[in-house]
T-cell receptor, first 114, second 111 residues
Framework: GAGVSQSPRYKVAKRGQDVALRCDPI?????LFWYQQALGQGPEFLTY????????KSGLPSDRFFAERPEGSVSTLKIQRTQQEDSAVYLC????????????FGPGTRLLVL | AQKVTQAQTEISVVEKEDVTLDCVYE???????LFWYKQPPSGELVFLIR??????QNEISGRYSWNFQKSTSSFNFTITASQVVDSAVYFC????????FGAGTTVTVRA
């Protein structure tokens, strides 16, 4: 079956530009997660959805970051007024149910802010 | 707070050698899950193994094996008879619904 897909795979943005990153989870997966991975580091949690409800957004680094999953499937991570420190790989993961289930990751979106 | 420590930054071995990756974790939860993921140069995180906190039985799956010791909060991972395709960054992670990752260990297997 299809895995988690993300688009675009690469994005170059000028500082101050808004970007939108898309995640298509595995079909039927209830939980969806966004992580940020800086170069040479492990992924860091950003936010968590259970169906369409955003249950945890404690990892979002600033109010410039916004995520949504309006119909409980596809999710979009939006970054407004991008800064150079936003340059990172953004990883999306989904799991079958809520709780401590195995998370399956997409290929990531590599964002470079110039 | 959850914390995962992978003390080894890089490991380099010759093909067919065994590789053991160390992972130490901290949590206040009594029930938790531990994971190992592999991140090859392509960038995608690939799930390898999952272990729950109430089952300390160590297992082998193909060339992978793991040693979970709750008393020392360690969850070590071994690749037996390494191959060049095993070259990747390996992450240990702790799950309390969201994953807390270690910094990763870069494994290079030379032919």
């Amino acid at each position: 079956g299809a895995g988690v897909s993300q688009s675009p795979r690469y994005k170059v943005a000028k500082r101050g530009q808004d970007v939108a990153l898309r995640c298509d989870p595995i079909s039927g997966h209830v939980s969806l997660f966004w992580y940020q991975q800086a170069l040479g580091q492990g992924p860091e949690f950003l936010t968590y959805f259970q169906n369409e409800a955003q249950l945890d957004k404690s990892g979002l680094p600033s109010d410039r970051f916004f995520a949504e999953r309006p119909e409980g499937s596809v999710s979009t991570l939006k970054i407004q007024r991008t800064q150079q420190e936003d340059s990172a790989v953004y990883l999306c993961a989904s799991s079958k149910r809520e709780g401590q289930e195995t998370q399956y990751f997409g290929p990531g979106t590599r964002l470079l802010v110039l | 707070a959850q914390k995962v420590t992978q003390a080894q930054t890089e490991i380099s071995v010759v093909e067919k050698e065994d590789v053991t990756l160390d992972c130490v974790y901290e949590t206040r939860d009594t029930t938790y899950y531990l994971f190992w993921y592999k991140q090859p140069p392509s960038g995608e995180l690939v799930f390898l193994i999952r272990r729950n906190s109430f089952d300390e039985q160590n297992e082998i799956s193909g060339r992978y094996s793991w040693n979970f010791q709750k008393s020392t909060s360690s969850f070590n991972f071994t690749i037996t008879a390494s191959q060049v395709v095993d070259s990747a960054v390996y992450f240990c992670a702790l799950n309390d619904y969201k994953l807390s990752f270690g910094a990763g260990t870069t494994v290079t297997v030379r032919a």
